[in-house]
């Protein structure tokens, strides 16, 4: 396993370098990086192909929760790895959503706003300016990368959509670097081997606010992955994870 560099470990929390990397991507790719929100603190960023079609694009996206950042950083390292793949398929990626929360190392906005329970809120700014980017667009795979201080290995929630289900074989994917979550209930959900799979209830999310993935479901995407690494693991295991289960998707969609 490539090991993540020293320079980045000791910067996962700073987003202008973070930016920095994805305008040397942009660059490589040709992909377009384009402002599409500012917060009161930082400007927000997405990447994307230069001629998405209406239909088939992937979605990925990281940083909506701060203290999470080996999500930020698995995407801009398998982007630094992909070039190639980024010039050849239609991409639409979010390198942060949150980027106060990366700098700060917490959940939440600078106004203690969990953003993965707003996506119905179209008063926070933010979001609003995401759902807006998306527009009309159609993903067949859409991807959203965090972490879990409670998890005891790699876990993934699979919304109930495609079939066959691909749960089971993005955790023997990421194997080699993280097992996975052997707990039989996660987040007060049943678990088996690592996944979550479970049909909607909206009645749920009336209650606890809309997260991104739901959201996504929502619009039609009917692959929709919610990439959970302990975050208690070392960095390397945890890039690496996230960036197997990137790779393992892509080679099924």
């Not at 999470?68 to 950083?73: D, F, H, I, V």
């Not at 690494?229 to 390397?236: G, I, K, N, R, Y």
Request: hydrophobic share 40%; with cysteine.
């Amino acid at each position: 396993m490539r090991t993540v560099d020293y320079l980045t470990r000791h910067r996962a929390h700073d987003y202008p370098y973070l930016l920095e990397r994805w305008r040397a991507v942009a660059k490589r790719t040709g992909m377009v990086m384009r402002r599409f929100a500012r917060s009161p603190e930082y400007s927000l960023y997405s990447v994307r192909s230069p001629r998405l079609p209406r239909k088939g694009v992937i979605y990925i996206s990281a940083g909506i929760h701060g203290d999470e950042p080996a999500a930020t950083e698995a995407l801009i390292t398998w982007a630094e790895k992909n070039t190639r793949l980024l010039k050849r398929r239609p991409f639409f990626l979010v390198p942060c959503i949150n980027p106060w929360g990366l700098v700060n190392n917490t959940r939440t906005d600078s106004l203690r706003r969990d953003l993965n329970r707003s996506f119905q809120d179209d008063s926070i700014a933010e979001i609003a300016a995401l759902r807006r980017v998306i527009g009309s667009h159609q993903f067949s795979l859409s991807l959203t990368l965090h972490e879990d201080y409670d998890a005891v290995g790699l876990y993934i929630y699979e919304l109930q959509g495609a079939t066959p289900y691909w749960g089971e074989a993005l955790l023997k994917a990421a194997r080699p670097f993280i097992p996975a979550d052997s707990r039989p209930m996660i987040e007060g959900r049943e678990a088996e081997g690592g996944v979550v799979r479970r049909p909607l209830d909206m009645k749920i999310f009336e209650e606890i606010g809309l997260p991104e993935a739901v959201f996504l479901h929502l619009r039609g995407c009917q692959r929709v992955y919610t990439v959970e690494t302990p975050s208690e693991f070392a960095l390397d295991r945890r890039v690496h994870a996230h960036i197997a289960v990137i790779q393992e998707c892509l080679r099924r969609i």
